[in-house]
């Protein structure tokens, strides 16, 4: 059974700080991994990391896959308000594009 | 954003009742997926498609069935609702043909109650 496990479950920091979020996988056939955003509604995209891209960026927050240790972490700096979110994980396996999620870090910024 | 929409937003039903979920798209994409969202349990899920008529089943399909006659519309079918489906429920829609790429989009999701 496919099993993606995330880190912390929940995280309180102040504004400014940068965080580490963390997620650990374990799957069959593995094809990629995905980081979504989700606040009070659908979760958005944020990355896609693969074998052929394993670090991606995108403003104060980044991405990188290990795929010797089967975990990704997503870094976000000067963390924001708007950053307050639960961050979702997941492990694309198959050839259907299957995603199997982790249960999220659920992440808030305090002034 | 993704066309994606879901109908309805908000469903409140009683046991023992069929509720059928729609999920329409405008970006002509092969696969779509349901997922329904606990606390604790993160997104899991259900049922998923990969043509017109090709469907098959996730982890958590039992008491589920779907359909998809139209690229555009996907339906998920409670046959007789429990209130263990009590739930927020997301469409999803991906287009492998861009680069094989694994990436899906979400719906705004439907809140379904159960009582």
């Known amino acids: 059974e496919d099993k993606v496990v995330q880190s912390p479950l929940s995280l309180v920091v102040h504004e400014g700080d940068t965080v580490t979020l963390n997620c650990s996988y374990e799957v069959t056939n593995f094809r990629s991994l995905l980081w979504y955003k989700q606040e009070k509604k659908a979760p958005t995209f944020l990355f896609m990391l693969?074998?052929?891209?394993i670090e991606k960026k995108s403003g104060r927050l980044s991405s990188i896959l290990d795929k010797k240790e089967l975990s990704s972490i997503l870094n976000i700096t000067a963390t924001q308000t708007g950053d307050s979110a639960i961050y979702l994980c997941a492990v694309g396996t198959g050839t259907a594009s299957k995603l199997t999620f982790g249960t999220g870090t659920r992440l808030q910024v305090t002034l | 954003d993704a066309g994606i929409t879901q109908s309805p937003r908000h469903k409140v039903t009683e046991t023992g009742t069929p509720v059928t979920l729609r999920c329409h798209q405008t970006?002509?994409?092969?696969?779509m997926y349901w997922y329904r969202q606990d606390p604790g349990h993160g997104l899991r899920l259900i049922h998923y498609?990969?043509?017109?008529?090709?469907?098959d089943k996730g982890e958590v399909s039992d008491g589920y069935s779907v359909s998809r006659s139209k690229t555009e519309d996907f339906l998920l079918t409670l046959e007789s609702a429990t209130s263990s489906q009590t739930s927020v429920y997301f469409c999803?829609?991906?287009?492998?043909?861009?680069?094989?790429?694994?990436?899906?989009?979400f719906g705004p999701g439907t809140r379904l109650t159960v009582l």
């Open positions: 498609s990969y043509g017109v008529k090709d469907t």
């Open positions: 693969t074998s052929s891209g």
């Open positions: 970006e002509n994409h092969r696969y």
């Open positions: 999803a829609i991906s287009d492998r043909t861009t680069g094989g790429t694994d990436t899906q989009y």
